[in-house]
């Protein structure tokens, strides 16, 4: 029998998990999102994810598209309150649900700053300061309610907005106003906000109005949605998120990103270069991988090469320079046209932010390396940077001297460290963009391949 529907809800400093269990006792309850957690989340078709509050300052912020890859697999996505009213603000034409009244006032264009809805807290959730928008929204009923003018709290807004996010607070308003000709106003609001504090933090009404509403089935209807799903949103950048953050189970049990698998062997296996030029080709060609494989190298490189004249892509359509960005004189003196183009489109491949060339999950990897020996490796990598960090101040991969880092790439692929421009071609034939972006890629690495 088929579970029901899910509801996972992100929230911080706006609801606690208590108060979210009192209103949706089934609901599993994570601190606020950001960067990553959406794709490790393995949500099914039909669950609801509730987004709250989000961190954005000291870690990166959830991606827009983190929310698309939930949308296309059929996953309710609501926004509230918070960060979660300001995504679904921006998403609403692509089917997120928006719920409140913050959500309103970015929807409809009253609201636009992100520091609208920020506020500090402690390490265990707890706010430490007062968002503007809760801030705007009762110096506002204030007014409605004739305790100060509009005008007056316009001002206040204003005077409320110069301060800087994490001091933000009817207290910190109030000694702002104290040296002005405003400070009459404030403390009226003040004295008003104090015996008619009911909703005073609007963004807690909003979170439990969505919560109420997820909980209950009684989520708004989404947008009328285009057909965004049929265009080419889902980017390098998306796959290269979903393989870092989604992880994969290994022998022994461990969880280890596919990102670091497929980095160590991009850098350290030997098979590497001719595994993945054969997975291009076959990418080129729009061929299954079982199809691919029964294919000898010479009849894969026709259907390949085929298929990018079809597309307008042939040598003759390329200029000088394009050619010697992506070959080294050597290559062009020396090499026919047909291995010369053969390596341009294996070398390009990833500069499509578009292109689904790179794997994503364990099962379009498994042709290009072991996943066992490589996630071992990735592991002991891991170790040993732990144990040096360990015996001194600033013993880290971030630390290393990229000189080094490049000698012991060139050493592993059997080139010249002074060789540039075969470093770079190397680089390429590996899926990785420059001799730069290598060793940066094998920080990580560095110490336990040179010990």
């Known amino acids: 029998m088929n579970p029901g529907p899910t509801l996972h809800v992100f929230a911080g400093p706006t609801l606690a998990a208590d108060r979210i269990r009192a209103l949706a006792a089934t609901a599993i309850v994570h601190p606020p999102v950001q960067h990553g957690d959406l794709l490790r989340l393995a949500a099914r078709r039909g669950d609801i994810v509730l987004i709250i509050d989000g961190l954005w300052h000291q870690v990166p912020p959830v991606r827009h598209k983190e929310i698309l890859e939930l949308l296309a697999n059929d996953v309710r996505v609501v926004g509230a309150a918070s960060m979660g009213a300001l995504r679904a603000a921006e998403l609403a034409p692509y089917g997120m649900i928006g719920v409140g009244w913050v959500y309103q006032q970015y929807a409809t264009g009253q609201l636009d700053a992100d520091d609208e809805v920020a506020v500090t807290q402690t390490p265990s959730g707890a706010p430490l300061s007062t968002a503007l928008v809760c801030l705007r929204y009762r110096l506002n009923a204030a007014a409605d309610a004739g305790a100060i003018t509009a005008g007056e709290a316009a001002q206040l807004v204003e005077l409320a907005r110069a301060l800087p996010y994490q001091r933000r607070s009817w207290k910190a308003l109030h000694y702002a106003a104290a040296s002005t000709d405003l400070a009459g106003a404030c403390q009226r609001a003040v004295d008003w906000n104090d015996h008619y504090g009911e909703t005073a ?45 989604r992880p994969v189970a290994i022998a ?70 394009q050619v010697q960005h992506w070959a080294t004189p050597s290559e062009i003196s020396e090499l026919s046209p047909r291995e010369i183009l053969l390596r341009l489109v294996t070398r390009s491949a990833r500069l499509d932010p578009t292109a689904s060339v790179w794997p ?15 996630a071992r490796a990735a592991v002991h990598a891991w170790t040993t940077s732990q144990k040096i960090a360990a015996t001194g101040p600033g013993r880290i991969p971030a630390h290393l001297d990229p000189t ?33 972006e290598a060793v940066e890629t094998a920080r990580p690495f560095y110490l336990a391949a040179r010990r």
Not at 361 to 374: F, G, V
Request: cysteine-free.
């Open 404 to 436: 080094r880092i490049r000698r012991q790439l060139a050493d592993h692929w059997n080139l010249d460290t002074a060789d540039s421009a075969a470093l770079t071609a190397a680089a390429r034939d590996r899926g990785i963009l420059s001799i730069q």
């Open 252 to 321: 022994n049990g461990a969880r280890v990103p596919l990102t670091a698998l497929l980095h160590h062997a991009q850098l350290y296996d030997p098979h590497w270069p001719e595994r993945w030029r054969r997975h291009v080709l076959a990418w080129i060609a729009s061929l299954p991988t079982d199809t691919a494989s029964r294919l000898t190298a010479p009849a894969l490189e026709d259907q390949a090469l085929a298929a990018a004249h079809h597309r307008g892509l042939h040598l003759d359509s390329l200029t000088r320079a």
């Open 201 to 245: 933090d609007i963004k807690a009404v909003d979170a439990e109005l969505a919560l109420t509403f997820a909980a209950t089935g009684h989520l708004p209807e989404p947008a009328d949605q285009p057909g965004w799903q049929q265009q080419p949103w889902r980017t390098s950048h998306l796959r290269s998120w979903a393989a870092t953050y």
């Open 360 to 374: 994503e999950t364990p099962q379009q990897a498994r042709a290009l390396l072991d996943l066992d020996a490589h």
